[in-house]
């Protein structure tokens, strides 16, 4: 299935202001935006499921999460094909590698703050990522790319695989609503 909007090359846009989309909900499917013009179409396998794809002007792009107790994210150009890149998952940070090119690092903007940026491995920052919500649900989010990032030929998958590692734990926080509040089964954690 493609996308139902034309898709234009990140070359041809500004790059330093973007914003990802929910553009549907079944299947769950972003769309990330420069001012008017769609970039790429992430879209989910099945509703709070592991596995995506990414719709770019360059083709199609598979991204699945594997491993419990050591979890990462991959990007391949061909469905279970070779690793393109990998986020590989941290405590602290997560290490984003692309394949025959450079390492960055993938972490929470701040202790309180909702937003995630992603860096060079000696910290200069590349893209500062910033989920939108709506009571619980994930609207969308605010992408900000600094002159450093838009200039970085791994930009699309960066942005392709921070984006899926968010709306994939936004999920996880998703099947938890049903454990809190008043209206929770019996044992279940309070919520505030």
Do not use: C
Request: overall charge negative; proline content about 7%.
């Amino acid at each position: 299935m493609g996308p139902l909007v034309p898709l234009v090359t990140f070359a041809a846009v500004d790059r330093s202001a973007l914003r990802w989309i929910r553009s549907s909900e079944s299947p769950v499917e972003f769309t990330l935006y420069a001012e008017d013009q769609a970039l790429a179409v992430l879209r989910w396998s099945k509703r709070g499921g592991t596995t995506a794809q990414a719709e770019t002007t360059a083709g199609t792009l598979f991204l699945e999460r594997r491993g419990f107790l050591n979890p990462h994210l991959t990007l391949h150009a061909v469905e279970s094909g070779p690793v393109l890149a990998r986020v590989s998952v941290h405590l602290n940070y997560h290490t984003i590698e692309v394949v025959g090119g450079a390492q960055y690092r993938f972490h929470r903007a701040g202790l309180l703050v909702p937003a995630w940026q992603i860096t060079t491995a000696d910290l200069k920052e590349l893209v500062h990522l910033e989920p939108t919500r709506e009571t619980r649900r994930l609207e969308g989010g605010a992408v900000l790319v600094t002159p450093l990032g838009a200039a970085s030929a791994d930009l699309p998958a960066l942005l392709v695989l921070s984006w899926f590692f968010i709306v994939l734990a936004w999920f996880e926080d998703e099947a938890m609503i049903p454990l809190e509040g008043p209206n929770a089964p019996p044992g279940a954690p309070d919520s505030f």
